[in-house]
């Protein structure tokens, strides 16, 4: 792919092999845009889609996992669009101290998997670096 137009409302347009182009926008935002209110822990870490791209997991520095879930009037408008809406928030990770090693473990979340699906359920899998938490979705 390679990029030929980056134009003033972020719409970004790349050319495909077969010749089709493909328009690629940032279309949504979420939560408010000021930025003296931003803290270390709510810095996104790590973002992961599901498999079908319909869920979308993000975890931050503060120990945190939001899911999003695709909206399903974007799947089927044309041209298609992307947003997605808050499907679930919860704490993944909490700041520890391992005595052991007298190191303190941080909650920051450094990679989010989903797993493939074997039932109704979604299951997600986190880490913090010294912990692996499962999270099961349903």
């Not at 926008?25 to 939560?31: P, R, W």
């Not at 499907?87 to 979340?109: A, C, N, R, V």
Request: proline share 2%; charged share 30%; glycine share 8%.
């Amino acid at each position: 792919m390679d990029s030929r137009e980056l134009d003033d409302d972020f719409s970004c347009y790349f050319s495909v092999g077969n010749g089709a182009d493909i328009q690629w926008c940032f279309s949504q935002v979420k939560g408010a845009i000021e930025t003296e209110d931003i803290t270390e822990a709510d810095i996104i870490s790590c973002v992961e889609y599901n498999n079908t791209g319909d869920l979308l997991a993000t975890g931050d520095k503060g120990g945190r996992v939001v899911i999003f879930q695709r909206d399903k009037a974007g799947k089927v408008s044309v041209p298609r669009r992307g947003e997605y809406n808050v499907y679930s928030t919860f704490q993944s990770h909490e700041p520890e101290f391992d005595y052991l090693k007298s190191l303190e473990i941080e909650e920051k979340i450094n990679k989010i998997r989903w797993l493939k699906r074997t039932n109704p359920a979604n299951f997600l899998l986190s880490t913090n670096g010294k912990q692996n938490q499962l999270i099961s979705i349903t």
